[in-house]
């Protein structure tokens, strides 16, 4: 057998053995990726030096668990953005910082930004892939191009007019619970539990037609839609579970994936039972159809999209968007409505103001009139 000298490495003489230099080869490339890795963490630091950082609760965690998702954590939050109105950068754990933006000039050069320059973050938006798959949310390129374009028709004017119905019912719903609750003594809300189901009641009926009345009694779907939301946004907060192979063997890990399966089975089931119906009708008897309930929903827009080469949407896509919807729908309206709430709960006079606007709008209409 050919002898290798390996006397650089102080090894002496030794044989060539193939897997030796397997794993020199091997310790070769982890030396390089480690040494990669390093210097681009290196080279980020330095690069985010530019940004004010807030004091550390923890050397090694960073600034994991300043803000707390309490009312004290929106109260820090705010005191935050004062502090740092154009933008702060914050560590959670040792190597992983995110920059926050708070100043609308500097947010606008990022969202104007193109996506080759200011590409989607898939740290977190990777949590979210086996829930909401590669729509429009997590697509990029070409994907994303395709499907922006099927979907926009889903926002014409005419298919979310009467969805403003919808909207009142729901509202409707939410209001009538809180005066029940506050007739019965109860003088504080969690208004984001509250506001949440509202928003996905809505979603429901304008995404699949379909009222669980959700408000009001318990939705196995809904209690599922809520807790995948609560569970990316603590996975996030958990460096060490951000491996996947370490998170889906932990109690969240696997009522994550059960979760995931049971709202698939759910849009699925309505998938199918729309397709079932689009033969049987025809295109244009289904359209009649529903012009006379005045509402064609996303799934209808979904199904019936088709690009410049005639070539539909899969029953995965068609999923992948109508669970991406039901996410960022009920989330962020929720969001913004009960940061709306709190702000004009602590500025009375600015409440009045916005409730003479709304009286002087409806001049003598009542509330259930509202429309487009």
């Known amino acids: 057998m050919p002898q290798l000298s390996l ?19 091997g310790a070769t490339w982890l030396l390089a990726r480690v040494l990669s890795w390093t210097y681009t963490f290196y080279d980020n630091s330095r690069r985010l030096q530019c940004f004010p950082q807030p004091p550390k609760l923890n050397w090694f965690w960073g600034h994991l668990g300043l803000v707390t998702p309490t009312e004290q954590g929106m109260r820090d939050l705010t005191q935050l953005v004062s502090t740092y109105p154009q933008g702060f950068m914050g560590w959670m754990g040792p190597i992983f910082p995110i920059v926050s933006l708070c100043h609308p000039d500097i947010i606008r050069s990022v969202i104007n930004a193109s996506a080759a320059i200011a590409p989607k973050d898939m740290t977190f938006y990777g949590f979210l892939k086996p829930w909401l798959g ?4 997590l697509s990029a390129g070409d994907k994303w ?9 889903a926002f014409h004017f005419n298919i979310l007019k009467p969805y403003v119905k919808i909207f009142n019912h729901s509202v409707n719903v939410m209001h009538a619970k809180w005066q029940r609750l506050a007739s019965q003594g109860s003088a504080h809300l969690d ?3 509250h506001i949440s189901l509202m928003t996905l009641d809505s979603l429901q009926k304008c995404v699949f037609s379909f009222d669980s009345n959700c408000q009001e009694k318990p939705s196995e779907y809904i209690a599922a839609i809520l807790e995948l939301s ?19 063997l ?21 998938i199918q039972e729309r397709r079932r119906t689009l033969p049987d009708q025809g295109v244009d008897d289904f359209l009649k159809a529903k012009a006379k309930t005045k509402t064609l929903d996303f799934i209808d827009v979904l199904l019936l999209s088709k690009d410049e080469d005639g070539k539909e949407l899969s029953d995965e896509d068609i999923r992948a968007e109508a669970d991406t919807f039901m996410f960022e729908g009920h989330d962020t309206t929720a969001s913004g409505l009960s940061w709306v709430l709190y702000n004009l709960a602590k500025h009375p006079e600015y409440q009045e103001r916005c409730r003479q606007e709304v009286r002087e709008l409806l001049r003598d209409r009542e509330p259930q009139e509202i429309e487009w």
Not at 7 to 25: E, F, I, K, Q, R
Not at 145 to 153: G, K
Not at 258 to 270: E, I, N
Request: charged share 20%.
């Open 145 to 153: 191009s395709r499907h922006r374009r099927l979907l926009t028709p």
């Open 134 to 137: 590669d729509g429009l949310l």
């Open 7 to 25: 006397s650089w490495l102080g090894l002496g003489p030794v044989s060539a053995s193939p897997w030796l230099l397997l794993l020199l080869v």
């Open 250 to 270: 932990t109690a969240d890990g696997r009522r994550f994936l059960r979760d995931c399966r049971l709202v698939h089975d759910f849009t699925d089931a309505v």
């Open 230 to 248: 609560a569970l990316v946004a603590k996975r996030q907060h958990h460096p060490v579970l951000h491996v996947d192979l370490l998170y889906y």
């Open 191 to 193: 208004m984001f539990e």
